[in-house]
């Protein structure tokens, strides 16, 4: 493994695991994983190994029942309010369904994740929307666009506070294969461009193929 | 950049104009209510404060309250007494027999009032149509020739025959009423209304705020109503001379009379005591109404808040705080009340012009009081229907809210 250092982001022995008793379900058992500055890296596995659970956890949606997270140095508490702080500063998530507030325009969905991250958006959004191919759009609202478009929206309020690392939880899930290609080329755009660190949650082999490094899951620990 | 709650309230526009809806009907039944209970008895006080008077002497034992006092009670011989001996502070008396009489559909408490002393009763207003009843003051000298002659004890009822009253001058039976009685009846000058089981030919129109919608000689008012007896009134007014303390000259009057002697400025509080039970149901009933709009506020922002889940989950992904979440509650909330409740003061003003032509005898007085005081409930009441809703934002947890896909 490499160093702490050249690392933005490492799990250590990560532990979750749902629900209590006979209906326990270990989730996530004993998960080693270091993520390079700057890389872009697919975790591939089957449905059900727990690669959404990572993903929530490296993104600190949800706090591990044990082991350590350090995010570009610094161990990630386990206090929800800390927790909250880090995520709004250095994460940037992206979901299967791109979960666009519906009442608003491409536009403003950028805008307001600016508002909630205590940034201006005034001159951010439009040269982001373009940065993503989709400034045309910035006035219509998500039942006015295609799956595609939305997805790239999504990406773009994900993206717009600058986050460290970029988690992608199944992008192209939703989308055709026409679509699918354009974003992932949007990502790698984004890694290679903007130096953007990214972990994509896939089970698909083509969608992998566009990361720099292809990690394999199963049974809640990542195949060595 | 939109405002999310603003977006949100222009994107279910129905939903959104309901929810407004019901808290305009709360607010409107609020501020209309408490404009037509209030409105109505600060009318009437207003008028009876028309009077150029200022004392009310009142029938001992009556009670206190000459808001609903009418028929015989007083002995007109007190006005004579009073003017007598206590000439030195009282300037004038003016005795009023006072009855219930139905016109235009409403009961209105009629004023027997003598024709001399009209004026001092109605506080100098001029008649604008027509005359004063009995103006010679002819009905009034031959009733009482009629029954007082032959020195009979006070109270003693003398039978007179129809035909003693088929030779009496026709001015008895005339009345003055004023221009919103006229409006609401849609009566004219010398028309004949049958009120009272008799026919009254209506000689004038005065302009409204006089102490009576409806004024009649006194000496009819006695005959037909007080049991023919001619030497008894309902109350007196008493008008001081200048610089006389209302006080002691109350305390005069009343020790030398043994009658209730209250001052004119006590009859709004009469009439509040009166109908006090009757603010404490017209407010339960507002309150009631706004606390099931609130309800119905509540249970849009918290269908709003369950029907959301992703979209809260999503913004708290961004690291949106509770406080951010429940500030968006609210402000949705403040601003459905607020266009609700500013609707509801226009269907206020509506409602009240539209009561007071359905009803021109009922008054409706809407005032800053009751619409700051209805703005202050709306407010109230929007931060609490929102705190719950606020709250379950919140508790949202994005995991779970999330991993729905």
């Not at chain 2, 222009?10 to 809806?21: D, E, G, P, Q």
Request: charged share 20%; aromatic share 6%; hydrophobic share 45%.
């Amino acid at each position: 493994m490499s160093s702490d250092n050249e690392n933005i982001l490492v799990a250590h022995g990560l532990y979750k695991s749902f629900g209590r008793g006979l209906g326990r379900v270990d989730v996530l058992l004993g998960l080693d994983l270091a993520v390079r500055r700057g890389e872009f890296l697919a975790v591939m596995g089957p449905s059900g190994c727990g690669k959404s659970t990572l993903l929530h956890v490296l993104g600190l949606v949800t706090p591990q029942d044990r082991g350590r997270i350090v995010l570009d140095g610094r161990e990630v508490p386990q206090v929800e309010s800390r927790r909250n702080e880090l995520r709004k500063k250095h994460i940037g998530l992206v979901f299967q369904r791109f979960n666009l507030i519906n009442v608003l325009s491409a536009a403003d969905n950028v805008a307001i994740f600016l508002r909630v991250r205590g940034l201006p958006s005034d001159g951010r959004v439009h040269p982001l929307l373009e940065a993503m191919g989709i400034a045309h759009l910035a006035g219509r609202k998500p039942s006015e666009m295609s799956v595609g478009e939305q997805q790239r929206v999504a990406v773009a309020r994900a993206v717009a506070h600058d986050p460290e690392i970029l988690l992608a939880d199944e992008p192209t899930g939703s989308l055709d294969s026409q679509n699918a290609a354009a974003l992932l080329e949007l990502l790698r755009r984004l890694n290679r461009d903007r130096g953007q660190t990214i972990v994509m949650i896939t089970h698909s082999p083509e969608a992998a193929s566009y990361a720099d490094r292809v990690v394999h899951m199963k049974d809640g620990r990542l195949l060595p | 950049m939109a405002y999310l709650p603003l977006a949100n309230i222009l994107h279910h526009k129905l939903r959104s104009a309901l929810s407004a809806l019901g808290i305009g009907i709360a607010v409107c039944m609020l501020i209309t209510l408490a404009g037509l209970s209030r409105g109505s008895l600060a009318e009437v006080a207003e008028r009876w404060e028309s009077v150029d008077a200022d004392l009310i002497v009142l029938p001992r034992g009556w009670g206190d309250n000459a808001s609903d006092k009418s028929g015989a009670g007083l002995s007109d011989r007190y006005a004579a007494k009073i003017a007598s001996e206590l000439g030195e502070m009282v300037r004038r008396t003016v005795p009023v027999f006072t009855w219930q009489m139905k016109l235009a559909g409403q009961d209105h408490m009629a004023a027997g009032v003598d024709p001399d002393q009209w004026q001092a009763l109605t506080g100098g207003r001029r008649i604008i149509q027509g005359r004063l009843f009995d103006p010679e003051g002819r009905f009034t000298a031959w009733i009482r020739n009629k029954l007082l002659s032959g020195g009979q004890d006070d109270g003693a009822v003398i039978e007179m025959t129809e035909r003693d009253l088929s030779e009496a001058p026709h001015s008895g039976l005339e009345i003055v009423i004023d221009t919103r009685l006229a409006a609401a009846g849609g009566y004219r000058l010398d028309q004949t209304v049958f009120v009272a089981n008799h026919h009254w030919r209506i000689v004038g129109i005065v302009p409204a705020g006089a102490m009576s919608r409806l004024f009649m000689p006194r000496a009819t008012a006695q005959y037909l109503f007080g049991n023919g007896d001619m030497t008894r009134s309902t109350l007196m007014f008493v008008k001081l001379a200048e610089r006389v303390d209302p006080g002691p000259a109350a305390r005069a009057i009343q020790k030398l009379t043994g009658q209730d002697v209250v001052p004119l400025g006590r009859y709004r509080g009469m009439l509040t005591e009166k109908f006090g039970i009757m603010f404490v149901y017209v407010d339960a009933v507002n309150a009631v109404a706004l606390l099931i709009a609130f309800l119905f506020i509540m249970v849009t922002l918290y269908t709003m808040v369950l029907q959301r889940t992703r979209e809260i989950a999503i913004l708290k992904s961004a690291g949106a705080s509770n406080l951010f979440l429940a500030r968006q509650v609210a402000a949705e909330s403040l601003m459905l009340t607020g266009v609700g409740a500013a609707a509801g003061v226009g269907m206020s003003f509506m409602a009240a012009r539209a009561i007071q032509a359905l009803r021109p005898l009922l008054t409706v007085t809407i005032t800053w009081e009751w619409i700051a005081t209805a703005a202050g409930a709306a407010l109230i009441g929007a931060l609490a229907s929102a705190v719950y809703p606020g709250w379950k934002a919140g508790r949202v947890d994005i995991a779970e809210a999330l991993s729905l896909e």
